[in-house]
């Protein structure tokens, strides 16, 4: 996927899926392994605009592999049905479905998820769906609730200070001066 070549990392990925049934591994753990790598095949398949197929891959085989394990952090995958509603808001986002990403992210608790990098991108995506809407208010919010989680990823991710500048510029004053205020806060300006 780092390479740009999105068909690669899925053929890898499914080959990797076949391989499992070879390993010496318990079944939770070929699981959810199996089920982390249909994830990597989703991100794939969604990186090619193929909306359907990410969606069908989704639902027919990371959702029930996250069912069947659980919540948890099986082979450090971080793999379970959270994770699958997270790579569904961004599926839908990327496709610009923004109405649904925000449907799919209000049903989405992230606070028992073990790794903070996958809380930290959830919400950073939810942010961009509001700004993506031109829903200033509520992209504050958003990164507000990030600087809670890691202000030091907030000032250093791209993509957050991006929309800090977009609510300061674009925002109603009130928004405007609480980004400016949070842009202070955490080292942008």
Not at 61 to 67: I, M, Y
């Amino acid at each position: 996927m780092a390479a740009q070549e999105p068909d690669g990392a899925e053929q890898v990925a499914l080959r990797a899926v076949d391989e499992l049934h070879r390993a010496p591994m318990t079944e939770p753990e070929r699981i959810a392994m199996s089920g982390a790598l249909q994830l990597v095949a989703v991100v794939a398949e969604a990186r090619r605009r193929d909306w359907p197929a990410a969606r069908d891959r989704l639902r027919t085989q990371a959702r029930p592999a996250a069912l069947s394990v659980g919540e948890g952090n099986i082979m450090w995958t971080v793999f379970g049905p959270t994770n699958v509603d997270l790579h569904e808001v961004s599926i839908e986002m990327e496709a610009g479905d923004t109405s649904e990403a925000l449907h799919v992210a209000d049903e989405v608790d992230t606070s028992s998820l073990p790794s903070m990098e996958r809380s930290f991108t959830f919400n950073l995506e939810v942010a961009r769906c509001h700004n993506l809407r031109r829903a200033d208010a509520a992209v504050l919010l958003s990164l507000m609730e990030l600087e809670d989680l890691a202000p030091e990823d907030l000032a250093r991710t791209p993509l957050a200070r991006e929309l800090m500048l977009t609510v300061i510029r674009r925002g109603r004053a009130m928004h405007a001066r609480q980004a400016e205020k949070l842009a202070e806060r955490v080292g942008v300006f």
